[in-house]
Antibody, heavy 121, light 107 residues
Framework: EVQLVESGGGLLQPGGSLRLSCAASGFTFSSYSMNWVRQAPGKGLEWVSHIGSTITTIYYADSVKGRFTISRDNVKNALYLQMNSLRDEDTAVYYC??????????????WGQGTLVTVSS | DIQMTQSPSSLSASVGDRVTITCRASQSINNYLNWYQQKPGKAPKLLICAASRLQTGVPSRFSGSGSGTDFTLTISSLQPEDFATYYCQQTYNTPNTFGQGTQLEIK
């Protein structure tokens, strides 16, 4: 069974840093690209970042570029999101999601349960 | 960036109704269009990828169509468990933008 379990969320002040983790199991993690998607309270979904299966491709939303860093460990089957210089508008539930290959138009077929990040003074 | 516009933003319907949600891209995205269903407090669920490819386990009352810039999600006969928020997403290029969502409510 495919499972994605996020951790690391919490409450912190503006300007702070946080590292989110996503533990993957039930599939060959190293064969899949992975994404982070977030959802602010009561709002819609916002794509945050992408990392390719072999880390050759990394992309970010403009809203987080230069502040967030996506990474992965294909030995530990883990995905990470290092979040620096956090702002109030980064408050959201952060989801990790597995990305299907191009033949399936890169849909996100498995999602974690999400971890809440709250940035507030 | 490619903008994705869904309509309507909200919709009231009854069990058994046929419902259509549309998604328009600001430029051609071929068929790189995915549809998700999200229920309150839960993660999104992928329903359809590549505009019309139903995910395994998704009921056949859901269908998707379209190519280029205009896409539709149709639910042929609404069931009580279908009341949720639906999102489209383009994965033609980055950022992989989502539509603003369509909240489907019980009439």
């Amino acid at each position: 069974e495919v499972q994605l379990v996020e951790s690391g969320g919490g409450l912190l002040q503006p300007g702070g840093s946080l590292r989110l983790s996503c533990a993957a199991s039930g599939f060959t993690f190293s064969s899949y690209s992975m994404n982070w998607v977030r959802q602010a309270p009561g709002k819609g979904l916002e794509w945050v970042s992408h990392i390719g299966s072999t880390i050759t491709t990394i992309y970010y939303a403009d809203s987080v570029k230069g502040r967030f860093t996506i990474s992965r460990d294909n030995v530990k089957n883990a995905l990470y999101l290092q979040m620096n210089s956090l702002r109030d508008e980064d408050t959201a539930v952060y989801y990790c999601a597995r990305k299907l290959p191009s033949g399936y138009s890169y849909g996100l077929d498995y999602w974690g349960q999400g971890t809440l990040v709250t940035v507030s003074s | 960036d490619i903008q994705m516009t869904q309509s309507p933003s909200s919709l009231s319907a009854s069990v058994g109704d046929r419902v259509t949600i549309t998604c328009r891209a600001s430029q051609s995205i071929n068929n790189y269009l995915n549809w998700y269903q999200q229920k309150p407090g839960k993660a999104p669920k992928l329903l359809i990828c590549a505009a019309s490819r139903l995910q395994t386990g998704v009921p056949s009352r859901f269908s998707g169509s379209g190519s280029g810039t205009d896409f539709t999600l149709t639910i042929s006969s609404l069931q009580p468990e279908d009341f949720a928020t639906y999102y489209c997403q383009q994965t033609y290029n980055t950022p992989n933008t989502f539509g603003q969502g369509t909240q489907l409510e019980i009439k």
